[in-house]
T-cell receptor, first 112, second 113 residues
Framework: DAGVIQSPRHEVTEMGQEVTLRCKPI?????LFWYRQTMMRGLELLIY????????DSGMPEDRFSAKMPNASFSTLKIQPSEPRDSAVYFC??????????FGSGTRLTVV | SQKIEQNSEALNIQEGKTATLTCNYT??????LQWYRQDPGRGPVFLLL?????KEKRKERLKVTFDTTLKQSLFHITASQPADSATYLC????????????FGAGTRLAVHP
């Protein structure tokens, strides 16, 4: 298995632009998580899905952030409009029931 | 609110010694706790899971303990090697409403030859 696949690896965008981050979880994993990592705040859970259904989005910073999981093999995290404070590494992780999380390599987002 | 504390300063040890990392949590009682390793520029990698009814768990050179009275987990690496140098993250499961892992800030370990 190729693991959790995220794209792009790096994204540089101007303030106000829309940004879409993509994630392909491991086949057979029924839970998917989006995390954000910064030096100041560490790893923060933004949202997670169970069987493609959003379960807890209490970590989503504000209405500028949205996430979808249209099927078991694909999820997106969208920021519109982006702001410099959104600059961070965004990780997607998936998990089979009862196991540890498998993280992707992350997307390093820079908003200038 | 729930809080997780890990040694904020880097831990420097000599190759061959045992590294011990500490994770303390407050304001909740996790059903289980996980430990992850993170290398620069990479995502965290799952190492071990220990449940609240388990006192100790081992995997090769790794050992984790879980003291629910002290609200503390210890992570040990025996016979440490330079390749063990990384940041280690503690992640107790928070069960308030929705089950979710909350990660500590991590402790950076440097093993010197």
């Amino acid at each position: 298995d190729a693991g959790v696949i995220q794209s792009p690896r790096h994204e540089v965008t101007e303030m106000g632009q829309e940004v879409t981050l993509r994630c392909k979880p491991i086949s057979g994993h029924n839970s998917l998580f989006w995390y954000r990592q910064t030096m100041m705040r560490g790893l923060e859970l933004l949202i997670y899905f169970n069987n493609n259904v959003p379960i807890d989005d209490s970590g989503m910073p504000e209405d500028r952030f949205s996430a979808k999981m249209p099927n078991a093999s694909f999820s997106t995290l969208k920021i519109q409009p982006s702001e410099p404070r959104d600059s961070a590494v965004y990780f997607c992780a998936s998990r089979a029931q009862g196991d540890g999380y498998t993280f992707g390599s992350g997307t390093r987002l820079t908003v200038v | 609110s729930q809080k997780i504390e890990q040694n904020s300063e880097a831990l420097n040890i000599q190759e061959g010694k045992t590294a011990t990392l500490t994770c303390n949590y407050t304001n909740y009682s996790p059903a289980y706790l996980q430990w992850y390793r993170q290398d620069p520029g990479r995502g965290p990698v799952f190492l071990l899971l220990i449940r609240e009814n388990e006192k100790e768990k081992r995997k090769e050179r790794l050992k984790v303990t879980f003291d629910t009275t002290l609200k503390q987990s210890l992570f040990h690496i025996t016979a440490s090697q330079p390749a063990d140098s990384a940041t280690y993250l503690c992640a107790p499961l928070f069960s308030g409403g929705y089950n979710k892992l909350i990660f500590g800030a991590g402790t950076r370990l440097a093993v010197h030859p």
